[in-house]
Structures are given as structure tokens and as C-alpha cells.
């Protein structure tokens, strides 16, 4: 069997993550996976995740088999922080997946049984997971430009890559804090590109990894209520992974939004079938944790707000560095974007030049996690760039 088995080529963030640690300069800064840390380098356990747990730990009477749909509590509790107070919220059917990459390949599965000849459409640049996990279940994809024009998506660029989308595709698009770009729709650009799906027929496919990183919970949902309360078939893959930090639990939900109520009972079945042919059922723990702060969510949103300032605090004070050395303007762009990931419009060797001479580690594209950046870091970096961009 073995003799078979082609060569792989493994994933360039973790072969890269595996350089970094190997690295001995003690000046290294780490800028690759997408990780909230402290000004002390830490990933740390939120306070009231901490609290959750304590009170669950005391709660906790057994560890018997769930569900297949997961944590009915948390399933709905995440519906309605995603959807708010939208009329969607009836037309919802939701299962617990295990994180948000769970829930995009149990939706791409769910696709590829339903409609096979569908293509799936991701931005480019976009993250880096999305083609793997459409591709694996069998399904056919596509790309559409993700770049900015005069500090705002330029949606033109989208739009002419989307005439080519025919009826029945899917369009899979960043809720807010879009990966790599940090590049935001505005709501009028949410409004168009909803109407682009209702002209085309093509069915929207929200990802929603980090609700509450960029804006509050409420105004990074905003475009993603929009376009869900418009269509009458959608998709919704959300995470609590960046929002509550809790990364390992992988605490996700997949969601189909149909205006056909008599469906929702196969769409559920099919859903949970898939499931149970993968790996029967997540697990609780994450989904129990997630579920009491959504319950009183109050000291955890006042945290979860500490986190996001802090990032944009890191932002701006880069963006501030590069213009005060006098990077060109594509460089400032990053005091506009939003969430965790920024795109340095370096080239691949570039990169590595700042990896191999300056020990900086960030994405062969430019992708930086503006998340795991220090203050007291920011200097390196910006001269860093500077040094690079003046050869």
C-alpha cells in the first residue's frame, strides 16, 4: 500500500511554525498563526472562560455520549449571537461542528451531496484553508480578487470575476476581519453583493471566525445579517476560537438558513448524517464553556473588547511607525483594516528576507498576524520593512 502513496507537500504555515520554533535568535518574532497574545508573548485562557470552567467542573455529573447535533443549548445560543434579532433566526437550522473548519467541510459535504456540479467561489487572496476543505469533499472551485482601492474593497474587481459564476454556485465570503486582507466590505458593498447572489441565484456562504475582533459582535455580524435576510437558502460556519480563545476546544457551528420550513427536518437529518460518517459527534466541552458566557455574556464581552482594542492599538501604532519612516502609502493601508491579519504587499522573496535576516516570521504571501505583534516589537518590524523596501 505504501509503496502508492505519493509525495506530500505538507502545510506551509506549520512547516513554517516548525522553522520558527527551531530558530535560535532570541530577537524572533512569530507573526504566523492566527493567535490573540498578550505584550508578554502569552495565548492566555480568557478570565471568564477560566470562570466557566470552574463552575462547570463543580456541575459536571457525567460524560456520557451527546447528541449528534451537538450541545442543543450552545447550538441555538450561537444562532442567535450570529443572526441577533434578524427574522432569519426562525429559518435556521444549526449543528455543532468541531470548530469553524469542521463546520466549512460538514456545509462543503453537505453541498457536494446536494448538489455536486456546484463551484465553489473563495476570494484571492483568501484563507488558506477554504480551497482544501471545498476540494476535499469533491466540489469545484473558483477565485474572485479580495484587494483594496482607495482604503475599501475594491468590489468592481469582484464582480467582474463573478460574472463567470452560473446558477446554483456558491459564494463563500469573510463575515468581518477577512483573512489574510484584513479588508472589509462596507454595508452598501454587503447590500451589492447580496444582490449579485438573487440575480445570479448564488448561494451566500458566510464565514464568521472572528465575530467581535474587529467591531463589537453586534457591527462585525452586520453584513452577514444583511445578506442572510435577503437570501432564501444560505450557509453560516462560525467559531468560537478567536471570540472566547478557545482554540483547542474547536467550538464551532455549521447553519443552514432555508425559507422552507418542511425541509428543516431533512436538512437536519442530512446534516447529522454526515456527522455520524465522520466522527459521530463533537465534543462538549468547548460547547458548555461557550454556552455560559453566551448565557450572562456581559464580563466576557467587556474582556473580549480588551482584546480587540489592544489589536487595533497594535495597528495603528504600526501603520503610525511605517508612515513616520516614510513607507509608501499600499503601506498604510494597514491603520484601516480590520481583525487579526494584515497583508504586507511584500513579495514571497522579501518574506523570506525578513525571516532569514531579520527573524521575522510571517506567510510566503505577506499575511502577518498583527494579533501576536508586542508593542515594544513594532519598531523591528516597521524598520524591518523599511530595510527591505529601500533595496
Known amino acids: 500500500?505504501?509503496?502508492?502513496?505519493?509525495?506530500?507537500?505538507?502545510?506551509?504555515?506549520?512547516?513554517?511554525?516548525?522553522?520558527?520554533?527551531?530558530?535560535?535568535?532570541?530577537?524572533?518574532?512569530?507573526?504566523?498563526?492566527?493567535?490573540?497574545?498578550?505584550?508578554?508573548?502569552?495565548?492566555?485562557?480568557?478570565?471568564?472562560?477560566?470562570?466557566?470552567?470552574?463552575?462547570?467542573?463543580?456541575?459536571?455529573?457525567?460524560?456520557?455520549?451527546?447528541?449528534?447535533?451537538?450541545?442543543?443549548?450552545?447550538?441555538?445560543?450561537?444562532?442567535?449571537?450570529?443572526?441577533g434579532d434578524s427574522p432569519s433566526l426562525k429559518n435556521q437550522c444549526t449543528i455543532q461542528t468541531v470548530g469553524a473548519s469542521g463546520a466549512l467541510r460538514l456545509i462543503a459535504d453537505f453541498i457536494a451531496t446536494l448538489s455536486p456540479d456546484s463551484t465553489v467561489w473563495i476570494s484571492d487572496p483568501g484563507y488558506i484553508n477554504h480551497r482544501p476543505l471545498m476540494e476535499g469533499a469533491g466540489l469545484k472551485v473558483d477565485t474572485y480578487p479580495w484587494q483594496s482601492k482607495n482604503g475599501q474593497l475594491d468590489i468592481d474587481t469582484c464582480f467582474a470575476a463573478l460574472e463567470k459564476a452560473k446558477e446554483g454556485d456558491v459564494l463563500l465570503l469573510h463575515a468581518c476581519c477577512h483573512n489574510p486582507t484584513g479588508i472589509d466590505p462596507s454595508l452598501e458593498q454587503w447590500q451589492l453583493f447580496s444582490d449579485r447572489c438573487k440575480q445570479k441565484n448564488i448561494t451566500p456562504f458566510i464565514d464568521m471566525a472572528y465575530q467581535g475582533f474587529g467591531d463589537d459582535p453586534d457591527t462585525d455580524a452586520a453584513g452577514l445579517r444583511l445578506i442572510i435576510e435577503d437570501a432564501d437558502f444560505a450557509f453560516?460556519?462560525?467559531?468560537?476560537?478567536?471570540?472566547?480563545?478557545?482554540?483547542?476546544?474547536?467550538?464551532?457551528?455549521?447553519?443552514?438558513?432555508?425559507?422552507?420550513?418542511?425541509?428543516?427536518?431533512?436538512?437536519?437529518?442530512?446534516?447529522?448524517?454526515?456527522?455520524?460518517?465522520?466522527?459521530?459527534?463533537?465534543?462538549?466541552?468547548?460547547?458548555?464553556?461557550?454556552?455560559?458566557?453566551?448565557?450572562?455574556?456581559?464580563?466576557?464581552?467587556?474582556?473580549?473588547?480588551?482584546?480587540?482594542?489592544?489589536?487595533?492599538?497594535?495597528?495603528?501604532?504600526?501603520?503610525?511607525?511605517?508612515?513616520?519612516?516614510?513607507?509608501?502609502?499600499?503601506?498604510?493601508?494597514?491603520?484601516?483594516?480590520?481583525?487579526?491579519?494584515?497583508?504586507?504587499?511584500?513579495?514571497?522573496?522579501?518574506?523570506?528576507?525578513?525571516?532569514?535576516e531579520f527573524a521575522i516570521y510571517g506567510m510566503p504571501n505577506g499575511r502577518i498576524n498583527i494579533a501576536g505583534l508586542k508593542m515594544t516589537e513594532i519598531p523591528q518590524l516597521a524598520d524591518a520593512i523599511m530595510s527591505i523596501i529601500s533595496r
Not at 48 to 57: N, S
Not at 300 to 306: D, G, K, N
Not at 319 to 348: H, N
Open 1 to 83: 500500500m505504501l509503496d502508492n502513496m505519493p509525495v506530500i507537500n505538507g502545510d506551509p504555515l506549520w512547516a513554517l511554525l516548525g522553522r520558527f520554533r527551531a530558530d535560535q535568535r532570541k530577537h524572533k518574532i512569530d507573526l504566523l498563526v492566527g493567535v490573540y497574545r498578550d505584550e508578554y508573548g502569552n495565548t492566555p485562557v480568557m478570565k471568564t472562560v477560566q470562570d466557566a470552567e470552574i463552575h462547570l467542573a463543580h456541575e459536571a455529573h457525567s460524560k456520557a455520549y451527546g447528541m449528534l447535533s451537538g450541545n442543543a443549548s450552545f447550538n441555538q445560543q450561537m444562532a442567535k449571537f450570529v443572526l
Open 236 to 356: 453560516i460556519a462560525a467559531s468560537c476560537s478567536k471570540n472566547m480563545g478557545l482554540y483547542n476546544e474547536r467550538t464551532g457551528i455549521a447553519t443552514v438558513i432555508t425559507t422552507n420550513h418542511e425541509r428543516h427536518a431533512d436538512i437536519q437529518t442530512l446534516l447529522e448524517t454526515i456527522t455520524r460518517a465522520n466522527y459521530s459527534m463533537p465534543p462538549n466541552h468547548g460547547a458548555a464553556v461557550a454556552s455560559y458566557l453566551l448565557d450572562k455574556p456581559d464580563a466576557w464581552l467587556v474582556e473580549l473588547a480588551s482584546y480587540r482594542d489592544r489589536v487595533d492599538a497594535i495597528r495603528q501604532a504600526l501603520g503610525k511607525a511605517l508612515k513616520d519612516r516614510g513607507a509608501p502609502a499600499e503601506f498604510l493601508d494597514i491603520s484601516y483594516q480590520k481583525g487579526m491579519f494584515s497583508l504586507l504587499p511584500l513579495t514571497e522573496n522579501q518574506m523570506l528576507i525578513l525571516q532569514d
